[in-house]
C-alpha cells in the first residue's frame, strides 16, 4: 500500500527530514525482498535504481553500511550511480543518456529513485513547462523499464518574517502546481 507496481511515489517534505534515508532503507529491504519497514509486503527480491542527483555516492554508501547491520541488503540488486549529478532531465540529451546508462547497469529495474528532483532540473520547477518536462521523464522511465518510480522532492525551505520568526506558508509545496497534482 505505499508503492505499486509501475507507479510512480513522491515523497515530499522540507529539506533534513529524512527523505533519502526512507527511500535508501526501503530499496535495501526491497532488494532482498523483505517487508519494507517491517511491514510493507514485497513480493520478490527488486532490483533498485538509486540516482542521487544532489549529495552523491558517498552519503548513500555510508548510510547503507549502517543499515547493513540490521538489513541483509542484496547488492546484487541495488545499483547507485552518482554520475548524473548536474544533468537536466528536461534536455533530450540527457534524458536519453541517463536512460541509456540505466540500461546497460540494470536492463530491468523494478524501481527507480530520483532523489531530489529538484536537483535534475536546470533552471527549477516554478513553471509549468518545466514540470511537464520532468513528469515526461518519470513516464519514460516507467514506460521505457516498466517500472515504478520514486521521487523525493523538497519543499520550500523556510523563511524568517520581519521579527525573525519563521514564517509559515499554507501551502509549501516547491514548483509548478501541476507537478503538485
Known amino acids: 500500500g505505499f508503492l505499486y507496481e509501475k507507479s510512480s511515489l513522491m515523497v515530499s517534505s522540507d529539506p533534513g527530514l529524512g527523505k533519502s534515508i526512507i527511500m535508501t532503507c526501503a530499496f535495501a529491504q526491497m532488494s532482498a525482498g523483505l517487508p519494507v519497514f517491517n511491514s510493507l509486503m514485497v513480493p520478490r527480491p527488486m532490483k533498485c535504481y538509486q540516482i542521487p542527483f544532489e549529495r552523491g555516492l558517498q552519503e548513500v554508501t555510508e548510510r547503507l553500511k549502517h543499515m547493513s547491520e540490521v538489513i541483509p541488503i542484496n547488492y546484487s540488486n541495488y545499483f547507485i550511480n552518482e554520475n548524473f549529478i548536474g544533468m537536466n532531465v528536461t534536455d533530450s540529451k540527457h534524458a536519453d543518456f541517463i536512460i541509456k546508462v540505466i540500461r546497460q547497469d ?13 536537483a535534475s532540473i536546470a533552471g527549477g520547477l516554478s513553471t509549468d513547462e518545466k514540470a511537464s518536462l520532468f513528469c515526461r521523464f518519470s513516464t519514460r522511465l516507467q514506460h521505457e523499464f516498466g517500472c515504478s518510480v520514486w521521487m523525493n522532492h523538497h519543499t520550500i525551505k523556510p523563511q524568517l518574517n520581519r521579527d525573525g520568526n519563521i514564517s509559515t506558508r499554507p501551502d509549501p509545496f516547491y514548483g509548478s502546481q501541476w507537478l503538485k497534482a
Not at 540494470?106 to 529538484?118: A, K, Q, S, T, V
Open 106 to 118: 540494470c536492463p530491468n529495474p523494478d524501481c527507480i529513485g530520483l532523489d531530489p528532483i529538484y
